[in-house]
Each structure stands twice: as C-alpha cells, then as structure tokens.
C-alpha cells in the first residue's frame, strides 16, 4: 500500500438564502469577503439539505423562518424593516462581518462532528468502483455505514453483498419528501447486511424503471444519512453530492484512464470537494504513479492491489464479510483520509 500527502482539506462553505435581489449581491459580497465556499440556496428544500454543513446562513426574512441556529444571520434591506437582532445592508455589512469573524474558527469543527460522506467514482467502466464502495461501507460498519447506490442503472449493491432477499425500500420506495429527513428513519427502511450496512440501490426489472436514482434524490438522502457515521455513495461524477468530504477517483495506470480521471478531477475542484487517487493494479500499465499525478492532476492514495478469485467468489455469494487483505488495505486508507478530509 502506498500513502502519499493529504490533499486540501474543505472548509465548511457559508450558505445564502436571499430572496431579495437587491439584498442578494450585498449578502454574497460579505459570504465571499469571509475567505469560505459559498452556497447559494435558491429554495427551502435546498436550504434544508446544505444547513448541516454550514458554517453559517446568511438569510433574508424570507428563508429566516426555516433556518433557526445561533449561525444563522438575517439580514434586511432598509431598518425601517428591519427586526432586532437583523442586520441591514449594506450599513452594517462591517458589523456583520465582524459576527461572522467570531464563529469563523469554530465552524470547521461543529460540522467535523457531522458524519463523514465519501463517493466512489470510477474514471472507466471495469475498474470494479462498486465493489471498492462495498468493501469501504464493510470497512466502516461499526460505524454505522450506509451504501448508497447512485446509478441509474445499476445491477443492484444488494447483489454485490449477496442481500437480494433481504426485506427493505429500495430506490422508489423512499418518501423524500420536501422537508428535512431523519437519518434512522431512511436507514431503518432499508436493506441492510448482518453487520448493519444500510443499502439504498435500485429494484430489479424488466421493464423501464422511473423510480431510478436522480441526482435530486441522490443529494437529498446522502443529506439526510450524512449526519451521522459513514456515507459511502456509489455514482457517476454527475450524481455526486456536494455534501461530500472526499472524493475517490478509481483509476488504472493507463494513459486514457488518466485523461478521464482528470476531467472527474477537474469538476471535483471546481465544486471544492477533496479528491484522491486509488490506482488498481492492472497486468499492463504505461504510467508511473507520478506520470497519473501529473496527468490526473491529483494525487495517489493508495494502490488497490489485484485479488485473486474475488470476481467469481462476488459472484456466486458476494462480498465476504472477511475482506481480502488488499481490499481492506485500500479501503482503510481511504477512512483515514476522509476523516482528515472532514476536518
């Protein structure tokens, strides 16, 4: 196994819920001047879904109902209008961001308390991504891991974990809703192995399914379980949430897998997520493990060594339990990172 430096870990962003659209510029100006991402909230379900990792919540009286904590800052355009306690704009912006200074170095660690969300994204098809998010939530059950399957057309994680008989909701048969969803009411619905992975993936049919994994439904429920213990998110780069601490990109060492792991790269820095590298050991490879950095424009994790058997032995009963050693190697890494990602 080979470990290598951590990358840049993500801050907790600064949310804003501004309807107003002359108070909306003045509230984004002071979220950025906050040196912080910044989400723009467009809806009270988003708002809804963001909130818990927020550092803070810059709102107007429209979204203030909807989002009281001791972060949240309501913000008004005139004081004729203004409630106490709300700071109107742009006369108090210095006053606001002083308040924002104040809980500025304790944001990270109250969301470092929330739990933990890493997505599997393999660069190609092959590479085994689903079964190296199974062996990571098998890694992390003690932890309360929940699988998420974020592929609309997906064989099923259930198979993979040899749970296809198992009673519990799968995709379509989750009430989402337009509120805030509690963790163990998703997770009680659902599937889950005797060491307690909750598993949310699709059903198996013939006919065209319109219950598949959206993106909407995807980000809504990794929201929800994410507040606590180990989220593991099997998904294409479009399904992946930004309610996500690191982001894996499985790779081969190989010149065309390395060109797609840059673009999946690419579009995880621009959303500000952590990424790495896991490189799986292939008969050939044509790129040394700082030629894929330097192509990939990330950096190695750990290598995923090659296991012997393991395709036939997922196939007639799953994945065991027991993980073979270079698969729990692999996943190990993978947790200590997102736990020093989340910080």
Same mark, same amino acid.
């Given at each position: 196994?080979? $470990?290598?430096? $951590?990358?840049? +870990? +993500? @801050?907790? /962003?600064i949310v804003v819920a501004v309807e107003d659209p002359l108070l909306l510029p003045e509230a984004l100006h002071i979220a950025a001047a906050c040196g912080r991402?910044?989400?723009? %909230? %467009?809806?009270?379900p988003q708002l809804a879904r963001v909130c818990a990792r927020a550092c803070a919540v810059l709102a107007d009286a429209s979204f203030a109902p909807l989002s009281p904590s001791? &972060?949240?800052?309501?913000?008004?355009?005139?004081a004729e209008t203004a409630r106490p306690g709300e700071y109107? @704009? /742009?006369a108090q912006?210095?006053? @606001? =961001? +002083?308040? @924002?200074? %104040?809980?500025?170095?304790?944001g990270d660690a109250a969301v470092a308390d929330n739990g933990r969300v890493v997505a599997v994204v393999g660069a190609a098809g092959g590479l085994g991504a689903s079964t190296f998010a199974a062996s990571i939530s098998r890694r992390a059950a003690a932890r309360g891991a929940t699988l998420v399957d974020g592929h609309r057309r997906s064989g099923g994680l259930d198979l993979l974990l040899g749970i296809e008989d198992v009673p519990g909701a799968r995709w379509g048969e989750v009430e989402l809703g337009d509120g805030v969803i509690a963790r163990e009411d998703i997770r009680r619905a659902l599937p889950a192995t005797r060491d307690d992975i909750a598993? =949310? &993936?699709?059903g198996r049919? %013939?006919?065209?399914? /319109? $219950?598949?994994? +959206?993106?909407?439904?995807v980000d809504a429920v990794v929201s929800a379980v994410a507040t606590a213990g180990v989220t593991v998110l099997d998904a294409p780069l479009e399904a992946v949430p930004a309610r996500c601490d690191l982001a894996v990109v499985l790779v081969a060492a190989r010149l065309r897998v390395a060109a797609a792991a840059a673009r999946v790269v690419a579009e995880c820095a621009a959303a500000g997520i952590p990424h790495a590298l896991v490189v799986r050991d292939d008969a050939w490879a044509s790129l040394s493990p700082a030629e894929l950095?330097?192509?990939a424009g990330s950096q190695v994790l750990t290598r995923l060594r090659q296991v012997r058997g393991l395709t036939s032995q997922v196939e007639r009963s799953g994945l065991p339990e027991r993980l073979p050693r270079p698969l729990a190697q692999a996943a190990d890494a993978v947790l200590a990172e997102l736990t020093g990602a989340a910080r």
């Open positions: 196994m080979e $470990h290598v430096k $951590h990358p840049q +870990r +993500r @801050l907790a /962003p991402p910044v989400i723009e %909230a %467009a809806d009270p001791p &972060t949240t800052f309501v913000v008004a355009a005139s109107v @704009l /742009p912006a210095a006053d @606001l =961001l +002083r308040a @924002l200074g %104040a809980i500025n170095s304790r598993v =949310l &993936t699709c049919s %013939a006919i065209p399914d /319109p $219950h598949a994994a +959206r993106t909407d439904d950095e330097a192509v």
